[in-house]
């Protein structure tokens, strides 16, 4: 299938602009693999795995495998001072060529990431947060529009990623709702250099979500998705579902994990997902689709 491009994706040294977005709890190693041998970028967040040790063992698993490019995400204000920094050594030592940052301040990473050559992305859901981390150095910035996975901003993606271009001086990734290649394909017109998919990817083979989970993405619409500050302190959108009637807001920390294990997050986007497929056909799906939709421009 011929590949496609954009400034960004080229620069990664990627066949497709696509990234399978970082997602707490059940991104995995095995997702990052099939990612990089399709042609686009996976990426995880560190904290996956329990610990340094076992991130350190998911990392040379992956070397060992690929030599194609793949991120790790680094979750600031969300992960413990030193785990943080035990994980950012361990993605030079085994050159990572792409972080994403988010949650926090990403200056310290930045400067040290820029130093080796490495890639980063940071992600926001305002102009605000985004000048901040252009000023920080940051190499794109990701604008996560309403109705995504996660923790989901508040503005239209079709407004979201134009106003982001034309105020910020780097690369604009688009994020939220990005579910097949027409969406792909929209995000390119509108000026971003990378779409970035989450929930698409809850329904693949490799993810490590519960089966449960990949069957409630398949077989509900947007109207099973709810956009709370109830279940982490910090508004996202989760499965209604699955959110027990007595949920109250107990903010970040241990207890905020065990919440996401339980209540199960995804966008809008899962209204154009109707199977669990491996990564290799969803981006086969994606690069057929952004073709046939590019054709009709
Ligand atoms: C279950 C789930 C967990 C997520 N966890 C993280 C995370 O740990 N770190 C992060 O930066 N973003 C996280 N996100 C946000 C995604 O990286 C991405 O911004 C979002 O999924 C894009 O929107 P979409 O789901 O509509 O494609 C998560 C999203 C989902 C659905």
């Known amino acids: 299938m011929s590949s496609f491009s954009t400034p960004l994706s080229k620069r990664l040294g990627l066949t497709y602009p696509i990234v399978c977005a970082p997602m707490f709890l059940i991104s995995n190693k095995e997702m990052l693999l099939a990612c990089a041998e399709a042609g686009i970028l996976g990426a995880m967040p560190s904290i996956n795995a329990r610990t340094s040790e076992l991130f350190r063992d998911d990392l040379k698993w992956l070397r060992a495998r690929t030599d194609k490019p793949f991120g790790i995400n680094f979750t600031i204000g969300l992960t413990d001072p030193e785990r943080l920094k035990r994980d950012v050594e361990l993605a030079y030592e085994f050159e990572v060529p792409v972080f994403i940052t988010s949650y926090g301040n990403p200056t310290e990473i930045v400067r040290e990431a820029h130093k080796r050559n490495v890639t980063v992305l940071h992600d926001v859901i305002n102009l605000k947060h985004a000048k901040k981390a252009e000023a920080a150095g940051v190499d794109a910035i990701i604008g996560v529009s309403q109705g995504a996975g996660g923790h989901a901003g508040t503005i239209n993606p079709y407004v979201f990623v134009p106003y982001l271009r034309q105020n910020l001086a780097i690369p604009v990734v688009a994020a939220g709702c990005i579910s097949g290649g027409e969406q792909v394909a929209a995000a390119i017109v509108l000026g971003a250099e990378l779409a970035y ?90 690069v057929r689709e952004y073709h046939d939709a590019a054709t009709r421009l």
């Open 197 to 286: 998919m989450g929930t698409r990817f809850i329904a693949s083979e490799e993810c490590g979500a519960q089966a449960d989970y990949k069957e409630l993405v398949v077989k509900s619409d947007h109207n099973e998705v709810v956009y709370t500050d109830k279940v982490s302190g910090v508004h996202a959108n989760f499965l209604k579902s699955t959110i027990p009637g007595d949920t109250h807001t107990p903010g970040h920390g241990a207890d905020s994990a065990k919440r996401w294990k339980d209540i199960w997050s995804a966008g809008q986007g899962i209204s154009l997902i109707d199977e669990t497929k491996p990564i290799a056909t969803i981006v086969e799906d994606i």
